[in-house]
């Protein structure tokens, strides 16, 4: 099985998370941009254009006060929704800039030594805190790392599956697994 520091070097599976992460987080927002601003380009000039027709005495009072807050409407709501666009684009580069940070700080320590080193309650923190979910199926564990694609684990490479041995889960939570009846 292998260990967080052989997974924190293994460049083939940082750069899945890397694309995973860009994925899941990336919509698909490049021809959006593009949309999004020519309509609020055209918003734009369909406002000048209004207003002209108001100055030019052929559009009344009234039918100008409700176009133009028609028009307003949308622009504020294209520029809100680019204001959400470029936060979420700021969020997705600081998930980036940690992915990268985590990874380079798993190369370097030594994470046995820590293991060994921590109290059970020590333990169980860092498990908390780096493993999202567990789930078990008949024939491997699906492992949900935070923020990284599950890892399909077979019960053989954690030791947990002989032949014939059956596994009980704790229903108290980060209880280990263990064979049936021991």
């Known amino acids: ?14 750069e899945a998370i890397r ?25 734009l000039a369909k406002r000048q254009k209004l207003l002209s027709l108001h100055y030019e005495d052929r559009i009344s009072a009234d039918a100008f006060g409700d176009e133009e807050a028609r028009l307003t409407r949308q622009i504020e709501s294209l520029r ?15 998930l980036a800039e940690r992915f990268s940070d985590v990874a380079a700080l798993l190369r370097e320590i030594d994470v ?5 080193a921590g109290t059970a309650a020590e333990r169980r923190v860092l498990v908390e805190e780096l493993v999202e979910a567990v789930i078990v199926f008949p024939d491997h564990l699906e492992v949900q790392a935070v923020g990284a694609p599950p890892i399909n684990v077979t019960l053989a490479e954690v030791g947990l599956r002989e032949s014939g041995m059956r596994i009980c889960v704790s229903e108290r939570g980060l209880e280990p697994l263990r064979p049936c009846g021991h």
């Open 112 to 116: 046995e030594a820590v293991w060994k």
């Open 19 to 43: 694309a995973q992460l860009s994925h899941t987080l990336g919509s698909d927002e490049s021809g959006r941009g593009v949309t999004r601003q020519a309509t609020l380009t055209s918003l």
């Open 80 to 94: 809100a929704e680019e204001a959400e666009v470029e936060a979420e684009s700021a969020r997705q580069d600081e």
């Open 1 to 14: 099985m292998l260990g967080l520091r052989e997974l924190a070097g293994d460049d083939e599976l940082q």
